[in-house]
T-cell receptor, first 109, second 114 residues
């Protein structure tokens, strides 16, 4: 199984940078995903890491260290619309995802 | 393209009654999944299906059953609902070949069992 930990809440100012950490313990790692979920809506895919290193997609970047069981999602140039929950999910070799409880990010003006 | 649809959007159900949550995808994805999302617990996998005709148990399967008669549909049935099954239920689908294989989620069904 998987044990996935991420902070419950984070608050940041518009235009700032926020880093959301995720640690995991896994049996059979096959990739790590980050999803964004606005209140009352479905999760939507943000990023995917399977090899160590940084993946950059516009204002969002995700980092993975498999040896440390660690990932982070970096949100740059924060906008009000970035206020949402961010879900860290680890995939196993059967392609099943295990999710962390999510980090609620509040962006303040 | 509709993607994934779920029905109903929300439902209030008396304890002991049965109910089927419907999920349909039009992306021809091999795999489909059912999750429940509860405050503070995140998304938890109930059942999954890697291809039509096969299903598997996830983390919290008790009290739920699924079937996968064809590629597009993956209904979730509660045979005798209990209040602890009050939750938001999300259906998802993905490919199993290729690079990312990210899961695409439906809009969810909010179920209240009284």
């Amino acid at each position: 199984g998987q044990n996935i930990d991420q902070p419950t809440e984070m608050t940041a100012t518009e235009g700032a940078i926020v880093q959301i950490n995720c640690t995991y313990q896994t049996s059979g790692f096959n990739g790590l995903f980050w999803y964004q979920q606005h209140a009352g809506e479905a999760p939507t895919f943000l990023s995917y890491n399977v090899l160590d290193g940084l993946e950059e997609k516009g204002r969002f970047s995700s980092f993975l260290s498999r040896s440390k069981g660690y990932s982070y999602l970096l949100l740059k140039e924060l906008q009000m619309k970035d206020s949402a929950s961010y879900l860290c999910a680890v995939r196993d070799r059967d392609y099943k995802l295990s999710f962390g409880a999510g980090t609620t990010v509040t962006v303040r003006a | 393209t509709a993607g994934i649809t779920q029905a109903p959007t929300s439902q209030i159900l008396a304890a002991g009654r049965s109910m089927t949550l419907r999920c349909t995808q039009d992306m021809r994805h091999n795999a489909m999944y059912w999750y429940r999302q509860d405050l503070g617990l995140g998304l938890r996998l109930i059942h999954y299906s890697n291809t039509a005709g096969t299903t598997g148990k996830g983390e919290v399967p008790d009290g739920y059953s699924v079937s996968r008669a064809n590629t597009d549909d993956f209904p979730l049935t509660l045979a005798s609902a209990v209040p602890s099954q009050t939750s938001v239920y999300f259906c998802a689908s993905s490919e199993l070949a290729g690079a990312y294989n990210e899961q695409f989620f439906g809009p969810g069904t909010r179920l209240t069992v009284l």
